[in-house]
């Protein structure tokens, strides 16, 4: 798995690797702000507190006595596909990530509802409140810890299925992803999915943490570089929900692709959900620059949750050539679809443009 930086470890997998099961279960993409970090979990504890009518100091066993809930979700980094964005509009900051930044995993813990439930939130419906999550165990490039925080009103609803994971795949968490409790929030980027966990905090604004108000945000196109983005941080919201989104797997870019003795080409991919659309119900492909669009075959799996991703694959037909490209677009059950381009922003986040494979030679 190539790695993009090392020092943070940061690497995702071929898109190909990635499609073919549908929970990843091996080389899941890995996205670090700092060192990992060892953790006993016999000692370790996440303090509950803030705006709670009781503080709660859980270990790891505490939060393994509570009711457990499973939730198939893929996590995805807010950067996936940065480097489309970058090479089809323009020049962004940031790791360059391409299609590979995502897994789709099994997770498993205590609901985050019943903790707060627990310590009794004490803020009132007028109050706008939000849950800070925040990890101590290792300092960031950009600050002493790394923090992250949701909407109190997500964290309540029980069907957002937010949890304190404690396992993925059925397996205890693995030190990379967060050992021995993280969370998982579904249809939100995964930079708010705090890894290896130990404060939680209800309060009346968001987290403070530069990684909060600094950075994984949208900022306008009038923000070009560092200078001009600096008067839009603060206005600017922080990035929670993704957009629906589609890559394609197979054919890789710039590689030779034989067609099958009827002109047809056979494409993979998967597709993504948006954070409140639902699942996604459609995706199309078009080998022809978009002209026309042909519906792929959408898998299904006795694990899959509107959260979880969907492999699909499609047989298109194309013409014999050099340079050619095949476009993917998925629409979510509320009927949002990708778009052509997204819209630029200088941190090159939430992009989902049609997916696409380029460079193609088709024999």
Not at 159 to 173: Q, R, S, T, Y
Request: overall charge negative.
């Amino acid at each position: 798995m190539p790695d993009l930086g090392f020092d943070p470890l940061n690497r995702e997998p071929p898109a190909t690797e990635l499609v073919s099961s549908f929970l990843t279960t091996k080389d899941a993409y890995d996205r670090n702000h700092g060192d990992i970090p060892e953790i006993d979990a016999s000692k370790h504890q996440v303090r509950v507190d803030g705006a709670v009518q009781t503080i709660l100091d859980l270990s790891v066993s505490d939060l393994e006595a509570l009711p457990q809930h499973t939730v198939v979700s893929a996590l995805q980094c807010a950067g996936i596909r940065r480097h489309t964005m970058r090479t089809a509009i323009k020049e962004v900051q940031g790791i360059d990530w391409f299609d590979g930044a995502v897994m789709n995993c099994k997770w498993r813990g205590p609901r985050l509802k019943d903790i707060l439930e627990k310590a009794q939130v004490i803020l009132s419906k007028e109050e706008k409140g939000h849950v800070a999550f925040a990890s101590h165990a290792q300092t960031c490039q950009e600050d002493e810890w790394y923090g992250a925080s949701i909407d109190l009103g997500r964290a309540l609803e029980e069907d957002k299925d937010v949890i304190l994971a404690l396992e993925m795949n059925g397996e205890p968490l693995s030190k990379e992803h967060g050992f021995p409790v993280r969370v998982i929030v579904p249809g939100i980027a995964g930079a708010r999915s705090v890894k290896w966990l130990d404060r939680i905090t209800v309060q009346t604004v968001e987290s403070s943490n530069y990684y909060q108000q600094h950075d994984y945000k949208i900022l306008p196109p009038e923000a070009v570089d560092s200078e001009t983005a600096e008067k839009f941080w603060d206005m600017t919201p922080a990035l929670q929900t993704m957009p629906v989104n589609s890559a394609i797997a197979v054919p890789e870019p710039g590689s030779k692709v034989e067609r099958s003795a009827d002109g047809m080409v056979l494409v993979k991919g998967f597709a993504l959900p948006s954070g409140d659309g639902g699942e996604v119900v459609k995706v199309e492909v078009s080998g022809d620059d978009g002209k026309t669009w042909v519906e792929a075959d959408i898998g299904h799996d006795a694990d899959e949750s509107r959260w979880s991703w969907r492999l699909w694959k499609a047989s298109v037909k194309m013409e014999a050539g050099k340079g050619l490209c095949i476009f993917s677009r998925a629409t979510d059950a509320a009927g949002e679809t990708q778009p052509k381009r997204s819209q630029w922003n200088l941190r090159g986040v939430a992009y989902n443009g049609y997916g696409e494979t380029t460079d193609l030679e088709v024999l």
